[in-house]
DNA sequence: AATGAATGAGCGTTCATTCAT
DNA sequence: TATGAATGAACGCTCATTCAT
């Protein structure tokens, strides 16, 4: 079951239809600027100014930042859920539907407001509960994916195998962004681990649990 | 050979005892306020504080606040850079040599002081290219150590595809302190991902290479 | 015309009464300070106490100093400009009308205001050039009336010597305020100097050109 | 009589022969520092980071930022006091005694340094009674050589006459700094501005008290 | 005679927030 | 629904000055 909360905006706003859209552009102004220059310039005086307004009437909307804050990061969060639930039925075939969800996520690392976003967002979730619980949110969104294509490629393993499998590969794949991201020094080699890695997580899937796995553990 | 970049310090402080303990002290309250607060709340005002020195006197010492995030941010990498040193001779046996670097990785990453300093680190790469060179040469490290290691393990493999591997499995390692570091929400199953993940990237530059892995690039 | 150069304020500021009434009172209490101690001491925080209000509400009206400054300097300056329309048809007698201007001026000088006014507007002129350039404005408008005054005296000058006999004019009487002016030590010989003067400049915008000032330059 | 005035060092100082010199180096630097930059800027930290030492020393020499630029305005303006001394004698006639003095001055006004200093010390005269005098000192030097001078071309003049004639002759020559001084908008009319303005203040001293100066007076 | 070390006040400015209109 | 007006704390930084060494 999905979170009931509403937003952080200020009740009894956004009801007329001037109010919604003013309300809709702060986000979106926000957002630009959250993704542009990052938490720590992102001002109630800055987001006013950008979006035209008076800071007094940004208050009206959002009384405090950190609310401002919330529903920024909600409204970041909820695209990445909707898209993830997108990619559900991507393909019949499950391997491809393995590629698909990784190539997803690998590919949009890149973008720049992925690369600039989500280290930010893990500085946040590192301080402030409930951040991390919006995160969390979505990064199970994400995994429970992984743990459904997993069960299809691999049948044999257990709830709890899929799932440890799922959290690896989606965290190992997470932990590029500040290496082969946007602006990164080795964005030019990304293509190529592209592959190299979702291929080789596609093989452990596979392979894990059989023989063949018990055999080069034994090779110890 | 080490950087010869200086310390950021203003020219002619820290000469004597006392200025010396200062200058340490300065540098010890900051990076401890950094990992408890972030870097938004690293204030001058309050390292000041808190070392027990008026502002003036920080600032004899830093002239501005950049330059003293720049030391702290070095001090920092220093440490893990010696750190790598440290381990480059920790076994004779290639395999076990694997499972050190990365074992050592993996559980610092769990420890508060990573988990917390990291994500700082990397959102702070995003803007700021000095940084952003003082992180790649912490990294370039690190890597230069698991490309080496990689290449007793599998001396088949060519310059290229061992530094491919290298940037991949550290970085991979890398995406999983947001997700069990300290306090973050799959702690508990840290130990378990830990070692499935080190025996699988061993497994992984093992067999890059042979028929086994063309045949699956070839199977796509 | 008049220049067209809007107020230094931040737009959308005094458009309210309460406003309106905030911004003449910075003014205000400004020039006083400005003139009572000196643009050394003319501090945000000063005037900000001074007005009764507090620094983020002068931030509010003036974003810099320099902006307030550029407004004071002039507000003060247009109010010289003003007086010397004023004085443009102050008499139908050309002579008079020379020694009404050259009085005023005169007698201004010895005010407490403009005897310290004027010295720091100097200095400042030597720094800034937004602020020479407005220097220049004032006092270029106050030589064309002497230009035109001393036309109609001794209609047979040039323009060019004219013009040149009004910056000579000026530059001396200009020259007198730290001598005669407010509490410099010979104020009290001013009412005898400021009519010999004025006599005497008389004299010699009506004896230009005369074989007799020929025969003082041939004598050199 | 002339001041017993010691310089404002502090006592003691400068009695070996580095300490000479570093005392030296401290009013060179600040004098230069004072021309470029103004008094404003004029800060005990930047003299002594020019002078090439700490602040701690600088104050060794001069306890407080006062008695530094009491020291080096009385520098300055001994310099005068001896420029003008020299030039006592730099004629046997008079009429070119008169020509030489108020010439030196003139040329003097359009230089660098005092276009920039003569501004700023009137301000400081404005404010503090000690600077005043100091400078008053300096000019009444500079008006006794005219006094002396105006007697020789006109020997039936008062006293009293002769000093008002000086007093308006050096005022209005000192008026023209901001108008015609180094980088002022009328520099380049200086030469010719000079030459007539001279030639009339001479006229002026020797027809002063004459039946035609009568005559103007009475056409009032 | 000179330095490094330190203070504490003050600077201009930005900020989140509140409130009357 | 929106603005202008205002507060007061905090920011990074500079300053004159003091003092031990």
């Given at each position: 079951m999905q979170s009931q909360r509403a937003s952080m905006r200020r009740t009894g706003t956004a009801t007329y239809a001037t109010g919604q859209e003013t309300a809709q552009r702060i986000l979106d102004v926000a957002r630009r600027l959250f993704m542009e220059e990052g938490h720590s310039k992102l001002t109630m005086r800055r987001i006013a100014k950008a979006a035209g307004m008076s800071p007094g009437n940004l208050s009206y909307y959002y009384p405090t930042r950190a609310d401002l804050l919330a529903d920024l990061l909600q409204h970041v969060i909820d695209g990445y859920i909707s898209q993830f639930q997108t990619l559900r039925?991507?393909?019949?075939d499950a391997e491809e539907q393995f590629r698909a969800v990784l190539g997803f996520v690998f590919d949009d690392l890149a973008t720049r407001e992925t690369t600039l976003f989500f280290p930010e967002l893990w500085v946040l979730a590192n301080r402030d509960d409930w951040i991390a619980q919006q995160m969390e949110k979505m990064y199970a969104q994400y995994r429970a994916i992984l743990v459904d294509v997993i069960g299809l490629i691999n049948p044999g393993l257990t709830e709890t195998r899929r799932a440890d499998l799922a959290l690896m590969i989606s965290a190992s794949i997470e932990g590029h962004t500040m290496f082969v991201g946007h602006d990164r020094p080795h964005r030019a080699r990304a293509g190529k681990l592209r592959n190299v890695l979702i291929e080789h997580f596609l093989r452990l899937v596979k392979e894990t649990g059989e023989p063949h796995s018990a055999k080069v553990t034994a090779g110890r």
């Open positions: 039925g991507a393909s019949d």
